[in-house]
């Protein structure tokens, strides 16, 4: 098992900029969610999805989209891009949309000019 | 709101040199509180998933622990491999699986 994989590890955008950070998994998780993690604030929920075909916002989803056509993938998408979005992205997955623990992905970090 | 606090905001010990970390949650109604590791560059690693008041887990020399209003993570004879980032999250009621997370304790041992 590869367990959640994540695509790019780094990426740099200018302002206006749009872009897709990709997320996969192969554990059959019911949920996957995205997190942002910036310095001083700890992880913040961007957005997540308790199966495929659904998805709900989390604490500070603005400026994100995201879908989910499969169990597998959760791709987040940056509709134009800005330095406040400049931070580190993780995507997780767990088994069930139940208090159950989370396994997380290598990150992305983002760069935005 | 909800929120997490974790305490101290960074600790240096020597190897062997036991110590506890505290996390203290103010939530809605706890349904589960974890404890994750995170490496430099790398993303958190699960460690310990605690539901009620009372309960305690062990992995090596760790040890979690959960009360009505905190949760400590206890690390007993550390070496310096145990250098890393810990973080403790809460999930609420009708949260479903959301956590919101405390900013962490970077814990540094020393040969």
């Known amino acids: 098992n590869a367990g959640v994989t994540q695509t790019p590890k780094f990426q740099v955008l200018k302002t206006g900029q749009s872009m897709t950070l990709q997320c996969a998994q192969d554990?059959?998780?019911?949920?996957m969610s995205w997190y942002r993690q910036d310095p001083g604030m700890g992880l913040r929920l961007i957005h997540y999805?308790?199966?495929?075909?659904?998805?709900d916002q989390g604490e500070v989803p603005n400026g994100y989209n995201v879908s989910r056509s499969t169990t597998e993938d959760f791709p987040l998408r940056l509709l134009s891009a800005a330095p406040s979005q400049t931070s580190v992205y993780f995507c997780?997955?767990?088994?069930?949309?139940?208090?159950?623990?989370?396994?997380f992905g290598p990150g992305t970090r983002l760069t935005v000019t | 709101e909800d929120q997490v606090t974790q305490s101290p905001e960074a600790l240096r010990l020597q190897e062997g040199e036991s110590s506890s970390l505290n996390c203290s949650y103010t939530?809605?109604?706890?349904?589960?509180l974890f404890w994750y590791r995170q490496d430099p560059g790398k993303g958190p690693e699960f460690l310990f998933t605690?539901?009620?008041a009372g309960e305690e887990k062990e992995k090596e020399r760790l040890k979690a622990t959960l009360t009505k209003k905190e949760s400590f993570l206890h690390i007993t004879a550390p070496k310096p491999e145990d250098s890393a980032t810990y973080l403790c999250?809460?999930?609420?009621?009708?949260?479903?699986?959301?956590?919101?997370f405390g900013t962490g304790t970077q814990l540094k041992v020393e040969l």
């Open positions: 997780a997955s767990s088994y069930s949309a139940s208090a159950r623990e989370q396994y």
């Open positions: 554990m059959n998780h019911e949920y």
């Open positions: 999805s308790v199966g495929a075909g659904i998805t």
């Open positions: 939530v809605s109604g706890l349904r589960g």
């Open positions: 605690l539901y009620s």
């Open positions: 999250a809460a999930a609420v009621t009708g949260g479903g699986n959301k956590l919101t």
